[in-house]
């Protein structure tokens, strides 16, 4: 019972991420039509957002010290954050401690930017071409976004560590009953996987209670008929694109603790995510999160040491073989709606 509350966990994690990056993918695809492959390099440059704050706020001035010497007995130098200067030293050790979250209000303007930019300076070229174009084209951004992230921060992956305060482990063992030490969890990996549950039930809510968002539904409905009505739907749409970029790029910021950032972790997510897409069926909000969720619990199971010791490997492919069994008997996938890419 142990093992398997903790895969559940596990599973809930890399749910999350699966399910952040599929929900923004499945974002674009119905309001605009395209197939974006470089999404996955929005999750990695909302996780570079976080690497960037953290270096500014760590940037500093050098001082000397009288009170300290180094080893030839000189007054010692000392670098000291800007920070430091600006709110106090107190504070200002907070504000870097705090740099990972901080980071969200830095990455929302900046996603918002970019898939802007994105979106009015290539993708609206594509909307009327094949999916096949799409997928070129967008595949091709996404390098081209890798090898300038990877040309600024280099190829090594870059630690950036949550707030001293989610440093530790929750004990779910002592907290559900259980023996204690049973059940360690991390705290960022809770903290990860409510915020994705806040970031997931907001984009619902948005497009569900606000007037934005039915005209938006309206428009993934009947694209022409809105505009008839003297709607311009191609702004909306447009800030849509803005808003899945920042999404995409708020799974990155949150992810840096449990993963350090590095320039190919938007194509690593990217592959299974598509997946995810898939398996949810291609349009389906509920479904991309109801998928996403479900294959990161199956992964975290079949990477169990019980389970590899009967079949070894199993957790690598183990999300393409569900996918095979699933559009086998569902071709639309688990939510699919009709006419959904079948022309």
């Known amino acids: 019972m142990e093992a398997i509350i903790l895969q559940i966990l596990n599973g809930l994690d890399k749910g999350s991420a699966y399910a952040l990056i599929a929900l923004g993918l499945t974002l674009i695809f119905g309001t605009l039509g395209v197939v974006n492959f470089a999404h996955g390099a929005l999750f990695m440059i909302g996780a570079f957002c976080a690497v960037t704050l953290s270096r ?36 200002g050790d907070a504000i870097i401690d705090w740099a990972v979250p901080l980071s969200i209000l830095f990455a929302v303007p900046v996603m918002m930017a970019v898939g802007y930019i994105m979106e009015r300076g290539l993708i609206k070229h594509f909307y009327t071409r094949p999916h096949a174009d799409q997928i070129l084209v967008t595949f091709g951004l996404a390098i081209v976004l890798q090898e300038v992230i990877k040309y ?22 002592a907290a559900l009953g259980f023996d204690p030490n049973l059940i360690i969890y991390p705290y960022w990996r809770i903290i990860y996987f409510v915020f994705a549950a806040v970031i997931i039930g907001a984009v619902f809510a948005f497009l569900q209670y606000t007037t934005f968002g039915m005209v938006v539904r309206a428009g993934m409905a009947d694209r022409e008929t809105v505009g008839l009505l003297g709607i311009n739907i191609d702004r909306r749409f447009t800030i849509m694109f803005g808003l899945a970029a920042a999404v995409a790029g708020l799974a990155g910021v949150m ?23 898939v398996v949810g069926g291609m349009g389906s909000l509920p479904g991309a ?39 086998l008997t569902r071709p639309r996938g688990l939510m699919g709606r009709k006419g959904v890419m079948e022309d």
């Open 255 to 277: 992810y840096t603790p449990i993963n350090s950032p590095n320039y190919h972790m938007g194509m690593d997510f990217l592959v299974l995510s598509f997946v995810v897409v």
């Open 289 to 327: 999160v109801l998928a996403g969720f479900m294959l990161g619990i199956l992964e975290s199971f079949a990477s169990m040491r019980e389970v590899l010791e009967i079949l070894p490997g199993l957790n690598q492919i183990i999300i393409y073989l569900v996918a095979i069994i699933i559009l």
């Open 152 to 173: 600024f921060y280099g190829a090594n992956p870059i630690p950036t560590p949550a707030p001293q305060a989610f440093t530790g482990s929750f004990d779910f063992g």
């Open 56 to 91: 500014i706020l760590t940037l500093s001035h050098t001082i000397i010290d009288e009170t300290k010497t180094d080893f030839l007995g000189n007054p010692a130098k000392v670098e000291v954050p800007y920070v430091h200067d600006i709110f106090g030293v107190a504070t």
